[in-house]
C-alpha cells in the first residue's frame, strides 16, 4: 500500500513496508534475482501506472524513471545497480515513452559514499550530502521525473538525490519500494 513519508522536509512515497518487502529485497541486492527484481517491479508499474495517469491529466511534460545510481566502485564490485533492474524489468510501456522513459545516466554520484545501512542517522545525512549532480539538465527540465530507491529510511539519499534534479527544473516524485 502506497504511503507518503515527510522526511527530511521532503514528501517520500514507499510502496510497502521494509518488514513485508525484506526477501524479494535482499535476494536482488545480493544474489541479482531476477524473479524478485520482476516481482517488485509488478508493484512499481502498479503504482506509477495511476500516478502518472494522473499527471498526464493535466499536462504533457515528458516522464522520467530515474535508478538511484550507486557509485562506481560499488558498481564495479556488485556488478549491477538493483533498483535499475527493477526498473529494467517495467512493462514496456514505462520504456517507450507510453507512460514514462528510463532515463539513462542522467542522475550520477560524484564521490563514493559509505553504506547508509551501517550508518546513524546524522552519518547517514552528512554522508551522501552533495553526493549526485545533474549529468544532462536540459533533459529534465520541465519533465516529471520519479527518483526511485529500493529501502528508504532517514531519507537522506532521495532528498539529495531530488535536490539538483529540482535545481535542474524538474518536477520530482521521491519513490522507495520500502521504509525500514
Not at 44 to 66: C, T
Given at each position: 500500500?502506497?504511503?507518503?513519508?515527510?522526511?527530511?522536509?521532503?514528501?517520500?512515497?514507499?510502496?510497502?513496508?521494509?518488514?513485508?518487502?525484506?526477501?524479494?529485497?535482499?535476494?536482488?541486492?545480493?544474489?541479482?534475482?531476477?524473479?524478485?527484481?520482476?516481482?517488485?517491479?509488478?508493484?512499481?508499474?502498479?503504482?506509477?501506472?495511476?500516478?502518472?495517469?494522473?499527471?498526464?491529466?493535466?499536462?504533457?511534460?515528458?516522464?522520467?524513471?530515474?535508478?538511484?545510481?550507486?557509485?562506481a566502485k560499488r558498481r564495479r564490485d556488485r556488478g549491477y545497480n538493483q533498483i535499475g533492474l527493477v526498473i529494467d524489468a517495467l512493462p514496456e510501456e514505462f520504456k517507450n515513452g507510453i507512460l514514462a522513459r528510463i532515463a539513462g545516466p542522467v542522475l550520477e554520484r560524484t564521490r563514493a559514499t559509505r553504506q547508509q545501512t551501517k550508518l546513524v542517522r546524522a552519518a547517514r545525512l552528512s554522508n551522501v550530502a552533495g553526493a549526485f549532480t545533474v549529468a544532462d539538465t536540459a533533459l529534465v527540465k520541465n519533465a516529471y521525473v520519479y527518483v526511485i530507491d529500493d529501502v528508504v529510511t532517514t531519507g537522506a539519499?532521495?532528498?539529495?538525490?531530488?535536490?539538483?534534479?529540482?535545481?535542474?527544473?524538474?518536477?520530482?516524485?521521491?519513490?522507495?519500494l520500502a521504509r525500514a
Amino acid at each position: 500500500e502506497p504511503t507518503e513519508h515527510i522526511l527530511l522536509n521532503a514528501e517520500i512515497t514507499t510502496l510497502g513496508r521494509y518488514e513485508d518487502l525484506r526477501d524479494p529485497i535482499q535476494s536482488l541486492k545480493y544474489d541479482r534475482s531476477t524473479k524478485s527484481a520482476h516481482l517488485l517491479s509488478v508493484a512499481l508499474a502498479e503504482y506509477l501506472r495511476e500516478d502518472i495517469a494522473s499527471k498526464k491529466l493535466f499536462s504533457q511534460k515528458p516522464v522520467y524513471l530515474i535508478p538511484i545510481p550507486l557509485d562506481a566502485k560499488r558498481r564495479r564490485d556488485r556488478g549491477y545497480n538493483q533498483i535499475g533492474l527493477v526498473i529494467d524489468a517495467l512493462p514496456e510501456e514505462f520504456k517507450n515513452g507510453i507512460l514514462a522513459r528510463i532515463a539513462g545516466p542522467v542522475l550520477e554520484r560524484t564521490r563514493a559514499t559509505r553504506q547508509q545501512t551501517k550508518l546513524v542517522r546524522a552519518a547517514r545525512l552528512s554522508n551522501v550530502a552533495g553526493a549526485f549532480t545533474v549529468a544532462d539538465t536540459a533533459l529534465v527540465k520541465n519533465a516529471y521525473v520519479y527518483v526511485i530507491d529500493d529501502v528508504v529510511t532517514t531519507g537522506a539519499t532521495l532528498v539529495n538525490a531530488g535536490a539538483p534534479l529540482r535545481s535542474a527544473g524538474a518536477d520530482v516524485t521521491l519513490l522507495a519500494l520500502a521504509r525500514a
